[in-house]
């Protein structure tokens, strides 16, 4: 009795109650708030708050009381949040019950943890009878409570649920989920024989909605992903909706829906027919087994427009302003223009596009993808079409990196300059090099270039492609083989015949083969279609022999800083593990590119266009050799 007695309840000004530090409650203070206060200003504190007096520390002073609230500190939140936007009055009297007595920390946690949320059945019949006795909208009780209106319907629409399937609900034989599901329909007999005949191991809310919509075709099946709920509608379609799903229901016209998909298929077939394509067919599955005997055109890499040209400019600019500012990390500000500007160039310098001759000959498959996005398949060659080569145009060597254009030209600037180390140490294939270059321009010249070298005695200047090669070993080791002929040789060419008359013919055959070496021109670039000496630049490096991981190794400055994070996971998945790269895949992009290169280090890792390829498969392509 004496606790009893030691309680008094009295009302307190809001200006007096402060928060305790001995209310236990320490997590989710702050949730619920918002709809504490709509409760409290629709009907008023209905629970008390627990108090204690604070001591006064005025000293001969008159000092207001304090009080701090042991338990109801939310309450208190959403009173002072109330009188701070001029609801109730800044003293507005609180009903508090005051403990003077006994251990604050105890009583705080002897409120807090008997509370009981309440039941969604409880509050469900509750709100039904708000809605059915007292004509209150779900708007209306959704602004006195404080929740959202989605969650008063849903409670409502509990009401269509059977009453025994409601009793195994509060029993706890079922899920809300699964009590949800049942409000598809309003027929109890067909709820209740769903769920008698479901298997124990198979009555989830998708197995009960399967089961009470079996001829229905749900939402999210691509057909009507694809032709989407309003266009269906509008055709005159019939759909139940799932009011416990803001996306979900039933379409219950299939026929309708596969005319309507057809429809949508065959509008972009007509487009895509006006490309000037031999044939176009609509198929709603895409056909694996007929796609899979067809030979297939490769499109060319698209030549740039003007504009394009001087946005691309612009944008790698910018890239190199922001990679030469780079002082070991880089601001979120400048994190997120250089993801931009990345995904800026990769799209224009990924642009794609097929013949003429190619879209001539060639068809395209047009279907329903998976996730029922449109699907096209361009460039297929049926039997009938010449699925042969184009005539005078052999088959090519393609490599599908997925690297932007600058990234490729300067790792293959690179490679040119090994191949050019490495053949000037190899005066015989050298030699050969140049009767391949010469024979070829000589009785082949109405032919695409045959060789990579560039017989006219032109050396490209390729290091322009490649900023950091200035310092590779390999740059440094070919200009050291330059500067010793430049040595040798005369200071004119009018006295070159001279000098080379005299020269040994181990000498002339080093000379042939460094001159040989320097017009090697192996480099991709997006705007030209040597792909002839391209071909016969992987097939003089696998002469070679020619391993890039001695020329070349993955830094942040010179390949990882410069390509995306999904390829700098990817490098480090290959060279070192999946686990390493995921070790990496929060961290910035200047970060991400520090530590890979650390990891990397010393695995010989790759990308692709740098690896050893076998030349002359039957396919035409290059396969890429680990």
Request: proline share 5%; with cysteine.
């Amino acid at each position: 009795m004496n606790a009893i007695l030691s309680h008094s309840l009295q009302t307190i000004p809001l200006s007096q109650l402060t928060a305790s530090g001995d209310n236990v409650r320490r997590t989710n203070r702050e949730e619920g708030i918002d709809e504490l206060a709509a409760s409290i200003a629709a009907h008023g504190l209905l629970q008390n708050l627990t108090v204690r007096p604070l001591p006064v520390k005025g000293r001969g002073r008159k000092v207001a009381p304090g009080y701090g609230v042991l338990a109801g500190g939310r309450r208190l939140a959403a009173l002072q949040r109330l009188a701070a936007e001029g609801v109730i009055a800044a003293d507005a009297p609180i009903p508090c019950q005051v403990v003077s007595e006994g251990i604050p920390a105890e009583i705080s946690l002897a409120e807090n943890a008997l509370q009981c949320p309440m039941h969604p059945a409880d509050q469900y019949e509750a709100f039904a009878a708000l809605h059915r006795s007292h004509g209150l909208s779900a708007d209306d009780i959704a602004s006195r409570f404080g929740v959202s209106p989605v969650l008063v319907r849903q409670r409502l629409k509990l009401g269509a649920v059977s009453p025994a399937l409601m009793a195994a609900y509060r029993a706890g034989e079922m899920s809300l989920d699964q009590l949800s599901a049942f409000t598809l329909t309003e027929d109890h007999a067909r709820q209740e024989d769903v769920w008698a005949r479901l298997a124990p191991w198979d009555n989830g809310r998708a197995a009960i909605l399967r089961a009470l919509a079996p001829g229905d075709i749900p939402a999210h099946d691509r057909r009507a992903v694809f032709i989407g709920m309003a266009a269906y509608e509008a055709a005159g379609g019939t759909v139940i909706r799932d009011l416990f799903d803001e996306e979900g229901g039933f379409f219950t016209d299939g026929a309708l829906l596969d005319r309507l998909v057809r429809e949508g298929l065959q509008a972009a077939a007509d487009g895509i027919a006006a490309e000037g394509w031999k044939w176009v067919s609509v198929t709603p599955d895409y056909d694996y087994a007929a796609t899979s005997r067809m030979k297939r055109a490769t499109p060319e890499t698209a030549l740039h427009t003007p504009e394009e040209e001087a946005r691309l400019e612009e944008l790698n600019a910018r890239l190199e302003a922001i990679a030469s500012a780079y002082d070991g990390d880089l601001t979120d500000e400048e994190n997120a223009e250089f993801d931009a500007i990345e995904a800026e160039i990769t799209a224009l310098e990924g642009k794609t596009e097929f013949l003429p001759e190619d879209i001539a000959r060639a068809g395209v498959f047009v279907s329903l993808g998976s996730r029922g996005e449109l699907r096209i398949e361009r460039g297929f060659l049926r039997a009938e079409d010449g699925e042969g080569e184009r005539e005078g145009v052999a088959a090519k060597p393609a490599r599908r990196s997925g690297l932007p254009d600058r990234v490729v030209a300067d790792l293959t600037a690179h490679r040119t300059m090994a191949m050019r180390l490495e053949l000037a140490a190899n005066p015989d294939l050298a030699s050969r090099c140049l009767a391949h270059a010469l024979a070829g321009a000589i009785f082949y010249p109405h032919a695409d270039t045959p060789s990579c070298l560039r017989v006219h005695g032109k050396s490209e200047a390729v290091e322009r492609h490649a900023p950091t090669s200035e310092t590779s070993q390999t740059c440094r080791s070919f200009a050291a083989l330059r500067a010793k002929w430049t040595q040798r040789l005369p200071d004119t060419a009018a006295d070159l015949w001279d000098v080379v008359l005299g020269l040994s013919a181990d000498e002339i055959a080093e000379l042939l083969a460094f001159c040989a070496a320097a017009t090697i021109d192996a480099v991709r670039l997006p705007h030209t279609r040597q792909e002839g000496a391209l071909h016969h630049a992987d097939e003089l490096a696998e002469a070679l022999a020619l391993d890039m991981a001695r020329h070349w190794q993955p830094t942040a400055k010179g390949y990882l800083g410069k390509v995306s994070k999904a390829l700098i996971l990817e490098a480090v998945a290959e060279g070192v593990s999946k686990p390493a790269a995921e070790n990496l895949s929060t961290l910035k992009k200047a970060a991400m590119a520090e530590a890979a290169e650390k990891r990397l280090a010393e695995t010989g890792w790759l990308p692709t266009c740098l690896r050893r390829v076998s030349i002359g498969e039957a396919s035409g392509l290059v396969d890429v050799a680990p």
